[in-house]
């Protein structure tokens, strides 16, 4: 089985040293970061091949998750790339919003490390490892 790809979309550098010492625990996984919204279209514009399933933090500045969400169901080559929405906010406007604006899933980041970690876990064991796209370049 080949490695798979993950884009992790993140402005808080803390949650992305998190994310990505909980990652070394999931597998072997292709982990590559965006520290903003435009830095993440410009990766996805760039990089061949996609990534296989993309994290995207909701709260960001300058362009927030749903403006990169909408951009990636917006183009062809990236529409069925699955995105998981990771996000402090558990209103459930947030939610409706990354729903209706074709967000795969919507995860409340977890404050403890453990459990942010069994979060990654679960995310990666089906979203990359069990979950089955189409081929794309």
């Known amino acids: 089985m080949r490695r798979r790809r993950i884009l992790l979309v993140d402005d ?12 070394q625990d999931c597998g072997d996984h ?7 919204g435009p830095e993440a279209l ?3 514009q760039e990089r061949r091949p996609l990534p296989d399933l993309i994290l995207l933090d909701l709260k960001m500045p ?3 998750g749903l403006a990169v ?9 990236t529409r069925a790339i699955p ?10 406007r947030d939610i409706q919003d990354c729903y209706a604006h074709g967000a795969s899933a919507y995860v409340i980041k977890p404050l403890d490390f453990k459990q942010f970690r069994g979060a990654m876990h679960t995310i990666t064991a089906f979203w990359a490892n069990l979950n089955r796209l189409p081929d794309h370049a």
């Open 12 to 23: 808080n550098p803390h949650d992305v040293e998190l994310a990505l010492s909980a990652f």
């Open 30 to 36: 292709e982990v590559t970061v965006a520290g903003s």
């Open 42 to 44: 410009a990766a996805l």
């Open 62 to 64: 300058q362009m927030d």
């Open 69 to 77: 969400l909408d951009a990636i169901r917006g183009e062809a080559a």
């Open 83 to 92: 995105v998981v929405m990771l996000s402090t906010s558990g209103e459930e």
